[in-house]
């Protein structure tokens, strides 16, 4: 079973800044199989990126993704005051199977 | 497009069946290949509880795979899941989705789930 570590637990950053997301997988996960997802309060998860790197439909430019192996990132390269937000990476793997990481808060000051 | 509306008791006694549905509109639930449930709980975050297909076919997260059934209801559009001997452990917010492909594209709004006497 793949273990996804997320960090930090909490970033705290000001409009305009550019913030740095990790995700760490306990074994290699392939590309195709890791996503990420912004949850607001009260709100189900939208997924922002798939394969890695792929915007999903809708997804603003600023958002991007990149990693491989047993190491990903999502960059918010500059943060708008709607961003803040909890973001959760997930990977598959077989059998089938999805994980979550425990994800990371982002507040915008 | 595609919108996923679920429904259920908000309460279910300890040692009962949790039984949730999943409304699917906007389009037909043969258009699509896999569909999964998935659970939240501050307690254990976001758990991918397990998925179905459009045939019928499942995988189950195998911590909870004794204890889950899921059917899929062409006729009607409906996904229904079914988890036996609840504790509170269970007490969660559940979600429905659609697989876009290895991740959930289309989520529904959750139901929430308290496991009490």
């Known amino acids: 079973e793949i273990v996804l570590t997320q960090s930090p637990g909490t970033l705290s950053l000001s409009p305009g800044e550019r913030a740095t997301l990790s995700c760490r997988a306990s074994q290699a996960v392939s590309s195709s199989y890791l996503a990420w997802y912004q949850q607001k309060p009260g709100q189900a998860p939208r997924v922002l990126i798939y394969?890695?790197?792929s915007r999903a439909t809708g997804i603003p430019d600023r958002f991007s993704g990149s990693g491989s192996g047993t190491d990903f990132t999502l960059t918010i390269s500059a943060l708008e005051p709607e961003d803040s937000a909890v973001y959760y990476c997930e990977s598959f793997d077989k059998p089938p199977r999805y994980t979550f990481g425990q994800g990371t808060k982002l507040e915008i000051k | 497009q595609v919108q996923l509306q679920e429904s259920g008791p908000g309460l279910v006694k300890p040692s009962g069946t949790l039984s949730l549905t999943c409304a699917v509109s906007?389009?037909?639930?043969?258009?699509?290949?896999?569909w999964s449930w998935v659970r939240q709980s501050p307690e254990k975050g976001l758990e991918w509880i397990g998925q179905?297909?459009?045939?019928?076919?499942?995988d189950y997260n195998p911590s909870l795979r004794s204890r889950i059934t899921m059917s899929i209801d062409k006729s009607r559009n409906l996904l229904s899941l079914r988890l036996g001997s609840v504790t509170a452990a269970d007490t969660a917010v559940y979600y429905c989705?659609?697989?876009?492909?290895?991740?959930?594209?289309?989520w529904g709004q959750g139901t929430t789930v308290i496991v009490s006497s």
């Open positions: 906007g389009g037909s639930i043969s258009s699509y290949d896999w």
């Open positions: 179905i297909s459009r045939r019928g076919s499942t």
């Open positions: 989705a659609r697989h876009g492909g290895f991740f959930q594209d289309v």
């Open positions: 394969g890695a790197s």
